[in-house]
């Protein structure tokens, strides 16, 4: 990825599917605990239209996270809330920024921006080469 002009690699030791974070609990936890950068990957269509179930899940999800970084204070990787799918909003290609707004204004989006020191929020689209090169370009600016 180039990052302020420089090409910088990426070492990912997990990626790990968010299906159930309680039957991968320690795979979560082993990866958040050794990790400089968390990379916080959500459905942005769901998020901005309110779906419960997804509201639910993220508010879950970064509570974990939030939990685990105050029962040990030496945790800090720097957060991400990746927010994907834009796309299948109609909104979207209307409008991106009102888009956007709906998600950053999301309760478990916004808290989870407060609570995981000040973690940063990028909202995108890997519909398309020029959608995905977009997403990266945003997500490059905040490393």
Not at 21 to 35: G, H, I, Q, V
Not at 78 to 106: C, M, N, W, Y
């Amino acid at each position: 990825m180039d990052v302020r002009g420089r090409s910088v690699e990426f070492d990912v030791p997990r990626d790990i599917a968010a299906n159930d974070l309680d039957l991968s609990y320690k795979s979560w936890k082993d990866a958040f605990t050794e990790a400089h950068y968390v990379w916080y990957l959500f459905r942005a269509d769901l998020v901005a239209a309110g779906d419960p179930d997804t509201l639910d899940r993220v508010k879950g999800h970064l509570a974990r996270f939030k939990g685990w970084m105050d029962a040990d204070k030496s945790l800090r990787p720097r957060v991400i809330l990746i927010g994907t799918h834009a796309d299948v909003s109609p909104q979207f290609e209307a409008d991106s920024g009102k888009l956007i707004d709906a998600v950053r204004s999301a309760s478990p989006i916004k808290l989870g921006m407060v609570k995981l020191n000040h973690a940063d929020l990028v909202v995108g689209s890997l519909l398309t080469d020029k959608d995905a090169k977009r997403l990266i370009r945003r997500l490059g600016s905040h490393l």
